[in-house]
């Protein structure tokens, strides 16, 4: 699974930790672990402040309200054939308190070269209005929230500068509710997660077939789907 050009992919070796657990207990019994190793930055992430700016706070500092169990509103560009994403495009919406999700519909280009070109962004602008409105959190179905090609990187500057965390690579945006009606959270098996329920789809190719498969399992379940991946 590449998700952005020049970090390492995640690497998965199965039986890594085995021959250590020959040794520790009885003769015949024995334990198969394997070992993970993973980029922050792999499948859908989500951004602290601290991923910009050094002194800010990470995930772990983050409050869970600022991360779950969040009113949403769902802003759908996805037709416009506007790579940048403004302010003008935003106005119309209450983002105030609210975790705001942008559909562009690029995440069709998940798997495929054309994913890491000429994507679709938000401007400084577009930005600097989000964060001035109160919004909580900001998502984007596309590779990077801001323009790849300007080495400024000012959006990431300014939202998480202005203490909001962002979520890029989301999926299936397509399946949520258009305008103030989405929700920012999942339940599954009875827990609530901080994901929402339909973003963390991704589709690859398994011995020559589609398979769908669900990543929400943070790194096991991402490191999972790029060994998948490699066959």
Request: charged share 25%; proline share 6%.
């Amino acid at each position: 699974m590449i998700t952005y050009i020049g970090l390492p992919m995640a690497q998965v070796s199965p039986d890594a930790i085995s021959a250590h657990t020959r040794t520790a207990y009885a003769p015949g019994v024995e334990f198969r672990i394997g070992e993970v190793t993973l980029c922050g930055s792999t499948g859908t992430y989500l951004a602290s402040p601290a991923h910009r700016h050094a002194d800010a706070d990470d995930l772990s500092e983050l409050p869970l309200d600022k991360l779950a169990d969040l009113d949403a509103v769902l802003i759908d560009v996805s037709g416009n054939g506007q790579r940048a994403i403004d302010r003008g495009q935003l106005l119309r919406y209450d983002c105030r308190g609210r975790a705001v999700l942008i559909r562009t519909g690029w995440d069709q280009h998940w798997g495929t070269p054309e994913y890491f070109r000429g994507h679709p962004f938000l401007t400084a602008d577009a930005a600097t209005y989000l964060a001035g409105t109160g919004a909580v959190l900001v998502g984007i179905d596309s590779l990077s929230i801001g323009d790849s090609g300007d080495p400024q990187r000012p959006v990431h500057t300014i939202l998480l500068g202005a203490g909001i965390p962002i979520c890029e690579h989301l999926t299936n945006l397509e399946a949520s509710p258009d305008g103030d009606e989405a929700r920012w959270v999942a339940e599954h098996d009875g827990y609530r997660t901080l994901h929402p329920p339909v973003t963390h789809r991704r589709t690859v190719e398994f011995h020559g077939e589609q398979r769908l498969i669900d990543v929400r399992e943070v790194e096991a379940g991402l490191a999972l789907a790029a060994f998948r991946e490699r066959g």
